[in-house]
């Protein structure tokens, strides 16, 4: 083993000021929270073992053996991003060669039907809140950690800006949501601040809103599979991008910073292009 190898340890410490930096960088706090939870599943792997190259490729065949490709990506670009950080360049690890897929997949994929069944089954339930969380999210397209953004003051003025990833976007909240949320915001006797907050005054977050929305599934009929917060965006950007196939408008939207990206959002299920090819009607005989 070469000496400089026995100095390369993965260790507790090292990962808490890289993720010091990526603050520093303004990188956003799930970001960070993810890069560390990765590194210390490397940390962990490594069992206070030195870096090697050898060490790495060995915990990129274990990945792969274990996780779904993309997943395997996200981890090593943590990892390669700490070796930038640290110098050793020599150490960074190739990702995986994923081929572009066609379609999503269909058990995936959240219809608008169900996006109704959903929303009726958090009215019958009695959870105004949940309802139009899940309409908020729907309805523009905003990330969930964007919900914090939604204020009495921006039900006010129509029109939300947003802060995030470093980026700024403006959303535009439509006139019938505006009208519920107004009323919601009357009910609550609320005039200024976060319009979805808990019973402490906190803003909802990640978990709140998908632990409530798990609870929906089996009263919807919807599989648990499609239910999650980051499903009601996509769900938005497959609606808007049939009614204006205008790819690049709705990267805007969605604050995105590569077209490519948004890509994935408008991905039709191969079930719909099936229907698709059958309504051509170029088979004859």
């Not at 053996?65 to 070796?83: C, D, H, I, P």
């Not at 150490?91 to 999503?104: D, E, G, N």
């Not at 609550?188 to 709140?208: C, E, H, W």
Request: net charge positive; aromatic share 8%; hydrophobic share 40%.
């Amino acid at each position: 083993m070469k000496k400089k190898d026995k100095l390369r340890e993965l260790t507790p410490a090292l990962i808490g000021r890289y993720a010091a930096v990526l603050r520093e960088q303004e990188k956003a706090p799930a970001t960070v929270q993810k890069y560390v939870h990765d590194l210390t599943l490397l940390c962990g792997h490594l069992g206070g073992a030195a870096l090697t190259k050898a060490a790495l490729i060995g915990w990129k065949e274990y990945l792969t053996a274990n996780y779904a490709a993309a997943s395997v990506n996200t981890m090593l670009a943590a990892a390669n991003g700490l070796f930038d950080f640290c110098g050793w360049t020599d150490l960074k690890v190739k990702p995986l060669k994923i081929q572009k897929s066609l379609f999503c997949n269909a058990d995936k994929e959240l219809t608008r039907e169900e996006y109704i069944r959903l929303i009726r089954a958090a009215e019958q339930d009695g959870n105004q809140r949940l309802s139009l969380v899940i309409q908020t999210i729907c309805a523009t397209g905003i990330r969930v950690s964007e919900l914090r953004f939604i204020t009495a003051e921006t039900v006010q003025s129509g029109r939300v800006e947003i802060n995030n990833k470093g980026k700024r976007r403006s959303v535009f909240l439509p006139d019938k949501l505006r009208r519920l949320l107004k009323k919601y915001l009357q009910t609550q006797k609320r005039t200024a601040g976060p319009v979805f907050i808990t019973k402490m005054g906190k803003p909802l977050d990640r978990s709140n809103i998908w632990r409530d929305m798990k609870a929906l599934c089996e009263r919807a009929g919807v599989a648990p599979g499609k239910v999650f917060p980051h499903n009601l965006r996509h769900l938005f950007a497959r609606i808007y991008y049939t009614l204006e196939k205008d790819l690049s408008r709705l990267a805007d939207i969605l604050g995105h910073s590569n077209v490519n990206t948004t890509r994935i959002y408008t991905m039709e299920s191969g079930v719909v292009h099936a229907r698709q090819m059958e309504r051509m009607g170029l088979v004859i005989t």
